[in-house]
């Protein structure tokens, strides 16, 4: 079965340090990765997605980039943090566009990030 | 652009009670899926049931139902015989191109003993 975890769960980090939030799947070959960010009462704001290996697009300019040097490994990161950058981060996988197209998503446990 | 709306921020059920969340979109396209997702607390992210556009017949899973109405680009969840366990935040999702879905601001939804 497929599975997906991303870590850490929770971090608290000063403004301007790096960071780097983790993703992996496994049971699954050539997702669609995805990060979101949920911010307090507000809906999921779609960061990056990525149909392949080192194929990322960015939904909104910020101060965040992504990568993924693995097929299912997805990485978020920061080289150095604003205050606004604090919230709810979301990993989730969709099978490959080239598959059935169901829109169902399977979501990480989530990382909530504070910046102080 | 695809957008999608929940005017609810917050609602409250009696358990065993019937509760109703609402759901509008807007797009150009004519042949596309919604979906409604549950996060509960502290859990991860579920789907909770999904409609095809060009289905009339409304999607049902067990005590989850929704209506659709194309025209009036709205899609609303009902959930029936409500359990404590449907304490959740729910989001109303439109997938676009790419396998991406669009989600609106969410519903918290409280179901009271």
């Known amino acids: 079965s497929q599975t997906i975890h991303q870590w850490p769960a929770t971090l608290v980090q000063p403004v301007g340090s790096p960071l780097s939030l983790e993703c992996t799947v496994e049971g699954t070959s050539n997702p669609n990765l995805y990060w979101y960010r949920q911010a307090a009462g507000r809906g999921l704001q779609l960061l990056f997605y990525s149909i392949g290996i080192g194929q990322i697009s960015s939904e909104v300019p910020q101060n965040l980039s992504a990568s993924r040097p693995q097929d299912r490994q997805f990485i978020l990161s920061s080289k150095k943090l604003l205050l606004s950058d604090s919230g709810f981060y979301l990993c989730a996988w969709s099978t490959s566009t080239l598959g059935p197209i169901t829109g169902e998503l399977f979501f990480g446990e989530g990382s909530r990030l504070t910046v102080l | 652009a695809q957008t999608v709306t929940q005017s609810q921020p917050e609602m409250s059920v009696q358990e065993a009670e019937t509760v109703t969340l609402s759901c509008t979109y807007d797009?150009?396209?004519?042949?596309?899926?919604l979906f409604w997702y549950k996060q509960p607390p502290s859990r991860q992210m579920i789907l909770v049931i999904r409609?095809?556009?060009?289905?009339?017949q409304n999607a049902t899973e067990n005590r989850f139902s929704v209506n659709f109405q194309k025209a009036a680009k709205s899609f609303s969840l009902k959930i029936s015989d409500s359990q404590l366990g449907d304490t959740a935040m729910y989001f109303c999702?439109?997938?676009?191109?790419?396998?991406?879905?669009?989600f609106g601001g969410g519903t918290r939804l409280m179901v009271k003993p």
């Open positions: 409609q095809e556009a060009y289905k009339q």
């Open positions: 797009t150009s396209e004519s042949n596309y899926y």
């Open positions: 999702a439109f997938l676009r191109a790419g396998n991406m879905l669009t």
